[in-house]
């Protein structure tokens, strides 16, 4: 049986990085291989039903990397080509160090953070997400098929938005995908609040996408390049190149619109305030109900990130200068330091602590605390300490495999079942509401299957449940 091959190549980062991505189709199994050139790569074989299907999946991977810039080449003749996925421009600070307490060098440029009380995480360009603890500590490793554009939590859950098109739930042991994008929608990034998710695309759209996985509406803008997209129960909040839109969180009803200088680069939302961050060196903070100008922060070069404390008490910002800021509430600048580890594309503050992600791949955890401040504008800066992964951590892959079980004991039991040409999960132990679906990854529903989860919990405006934790199947 012939196999049908297409070798795609890509070149980044000025030229000094390149990769190769492969797709080998032969019957009805699919063999995918990237990495690298130059180094064997990593691979994935997958089997279909049908020659038809494998056919149509080898034929969208394919048109996926194509989209993002990958070029048909012969393998060992250098042939691939340039694309830059957002102006990058990172120069070193002028200010003095800021106070970083310890970093993580995570192999890639980084966009994706998220800190809570529990861990931070990272994930980089390479589709690498690791897990530190508060101390830096080296905790877990995910690797993505794609780069990973953005981290973001839902109530208990964490979701990486990837460049393969696909939303992972990084939530239990294995990661599983949660939403799949439409094969047009090149993800800049994605927010969720109670399970629906909102995607702002290169091409200056909007996208929202419910529970079950299904389209709700998308709306066109002004401009393009859209890398802010932040969701609440009321809207979606919308920037661009052009400026910022509030849409109806419903219908997808334009609510207001807010022209910026600049093209925005970020965004970063508080209860009644947005933020939106743009290449003409300012964060704008905006009222959520009427998308009113409430304060102007002025930095000294392109944003390229911002976060706030909580309820705005202070907002933080950096630039593509490699620079961080503080600003108090009414837009005075409190300080201006160096990160020493490149620009940060990301940001996230957390009892007096500042995360970054930035340009070069470095987690920093700054030390944001007055005192500390103080030193470091004197020169007095603490020993920050360069975290190491160690060798022997293990590396967990997306898969549809599952574990299964032999007893419903210590969890909840789920049942997969048919609605016309869909298939849906309700939940079948007792004490819920078997009328309700359940929020559940599609590419492990089969008919009459029947799954045992850690839990499930109703979604905060109900009619649904969301299961969390380790999904196993029940014998």
Same mark, same amino acid.
């Given at each position: 049986?012939?196999?049908? &091959?297409?070798? *795609?190549?890509?070149?980044?980062?000025?030229?000094?990085?390149?990769?190769?991505?492969?797709?080998?189709?032969?019957?009805? /199994?699919?063999?995918?291989?990237?990495?690298?050139?130059?180094?064997?790569?990593?691979?994935?074989?997958?089997?279909?039903?049908?020659?038809?299907?494998?056919?149509?999946?080898?034929?969208?991977?394919?048109?996926? %990397?194509?989209?993002? @810039?990958?070029?048909?080449?012969?393998?060992? #003749?250098?042939?691939?080509?340039?694309? &830059?996925?957002?102006?990058?421009? =990172?120069? /070193? +600070?002028?200010?003095?160090?800021?106070?970083?307490?310890?970093?993580?060098?995570?192999?890639?440029?980084?966009?994706?953070?998220?800190?809570?009380?529990?861990?931070?995480?990272?994930?980089?360009?390479?589709?690498?997400?690791?897990?530190?603890?508060?101390?830096? &500590?080296?905790?877990?490793?995910?690797?993505?098929?794609? @780069?990973?554009?953005?981290?973001?939590?839902?109530?208990?859950?964490?979701?990486?938005?990837?460049?393969?098109?696909?939303?992972?739930?990084?939530?239990?042991?294995?990661?599983?995908?949660?939403?799949?994008?439409?094969?047009?929608?090149? $993800?800049?990034?994605?927010?969720?609040?109670?399970?629906? *998710?909102?995607?702002?695309?290169?091409?200056?759209?909007?996208?929202?996408?419910?529970?079950?996985?299904?389209?709700?509406?998308?709306?066109?803008?002004?401009?393009?390049?859209?890398?802010?997209?932040?969701?609440?129960?009321?809207?979606?909040?919308?920037?661009?190149?052009?400026?910022?839109?509030?849409?109806?969180? @419903?219908?997808?009803?334009?609510?207001?619109? /807010?022209?910026?200088?600049? =093209?925005?680069?970020?965004?970063?939302?508080?209860?009644?305030?947005?933020?939106?961050?743009?290449?003409?060196?300012?964060?704008?903070?905006?009222?959520?109900? =009427?998308?009113?100008?409430?304060?102007?922060?002025?930095?000294?070069?392109?944003?390229?990130?911002?976060? &706030?404390?909580?309820?705005?008490?202070?907002?933080?910002?950096?630039?593509?200068?490699?620079?961080?800021?503080?600003?108090?509430?009414?837009?005075?600048?409190?300080? %201006?330091?160096?990160?020493?580890?490149?620009?940060?594309?990301?940001?996230?503050? *957390?009892?007096?602590?500042?995360?970054?992600?930035?340009?070069?791949?470095?987690?920093?955890?700054?030390?944001?605390?007055?005192?500390? $401040?103080?030193?470091?504008?004197?020169? +007095?800066?603490?020993?920050?300490?360069?975290? %190491?992964?160690?060798? =022997? *951590?293990?590396? #967990?892959?997306?898969?549809?495999?599952?574990?299964?079980?032999?007893?419903?004991? @210590?969890?909840?039991?789920?049942?997969?079942?048919?609605?016309?040409?869909?298939?849906?999960?309700?939940?079948?132990?007792?004490?819920?509401?078997?009328?309700? /679906?359940?929020?559940?990854? %599609?590419?492990?529903?089969?008919?009459?299957?029947?799954?045992?989860?850690?839990?499930?919990?109703?979604?905060?405006?109900?009619?649904?449940?969301?299961?969390?934790?380790?999904?196993?199947?029940?014998?």
């Amino acid at each position: 049986m012939s196999a049908q &091959t297409d070798y *795609l190549e890509l070149s980044e980062d000025g030229g000094s990085a390149h990769k190769f991505y492969e797709v080998v189709r032969s019957g009805t /199994r699919v063999t995918i291989t990237y990495g690298r050139i130059g180094a064997p790569g990593q691979a994935k074989t997958t089997e279909f039903a049908t020659e038809a299907k494998a056919v149509a999946a080898a034929a969208k991977k394919v048109g996926e %990397k194509v989209r993002k @810039g990958y070029a048909p080449a012969v393998r060992g #003749v250098r042939q691939a080509r340039s694309v &830059t996925r957002r102006p990058v421009a =990172s120069t /070193r +600070s002028t200010a003095r160090q800021a106070p970083v307490l310890w970093r993580f060098a995570s192999g890639a440029p980084a966009f994706g953070i998220f800190v809570d009380e529990e861990r931070c995480w990272v994930g980089n360009e390479s589709g690498d997400v690791f897990t530190l603890q508060h101390d830096g &500590t080296v905790s877990g490793r995910f690797r993505l098929p794609d @780069g990973v554009k953005c981290i973001v939590a839902d109530d208990f859950w964490i979701y990486a938005g990837c460049d393969d098109g696909r939303v992972y739930d990084l939530s239990g042991k294995v990661p599983r995908v949660a939403y799949e994008i439409a094969q047009d929608v090149d $993800i800049y990034w994605i927010d969720i609040h109670d399970g629906t *998710l909102g995607v702002s695309d290169v091409q200056g759209r909007v996208t929202t996408i419910d529970h079950e996985d299904e389209f709700q509406w998308a709306r066109n803008n002004e401009g393009d390049s859209a890398w802010m997209v932040r969701c609440d129960t009321d809207a979606v909040y919308y920037g661009d190149s052009w400026g910022v839109t509030r849409f109806d969180a @419903g219908d997808g009803t334009p609510l207001w619109r /807010r022209e910026l200088r600049g =093209s925005v680069l970020f965004g970063w939302q508080e209860r009644d305030s947005v933020y939106a961050g743009t290449s003409r060196n300012e964060v704008h903070q905006l009222a959520k109900d =009427s998308g009113a100008v409430e304060a102007v922060y002025r930095c000294d070069a392109t944003v390229y990130s911002c976060a &706030t404390a909580p309820d705005g008490r202070y907002v933080f910002a950096g630039d593509s200068s490699s620079s961080i800021y503080c600003f108090d509430q009414s837009g005075d600048r409190l300080w %201006k330091l160096g990160t020493g580890c490149g620009s940060a594309f990301s940001m996230q503050y *957390l009892d007096g602590r500042l995360y970054i992600v930035t340009t070069n791949g470095t987690l920093a955890c700054i030390d944001a605390t007055e005192q500390a $401040i103080l030193a470091a504008q004197q020169g +007095s800066l603490p020993q920050a300490r360069d975290v %190491k992964a160690a060798a =022997s *951590l293990p590396v #967990v892959e997306p898969t549809v495999v599952l574990e299964t079980a032999d007893s419903a004991d @210590g969890g909840i039991v789920l049942e997969c079942y048919e609605d016309g040409s869909r298939l849906r999960v309700r939940v079948v132990s007792s004490g819920y509401d078997t009328t309700w /679906r359940v929020q559940f990854p %599609k590419e492990i529903r089969e008919p009459g299957a029947r799954y045992l989860v850690d839990g499930v919990r109703p979604a905060g405006r109900g009619g649904f449940y969301r299961a969390y934790g380790d999904i196993r199947r029940l014998r």
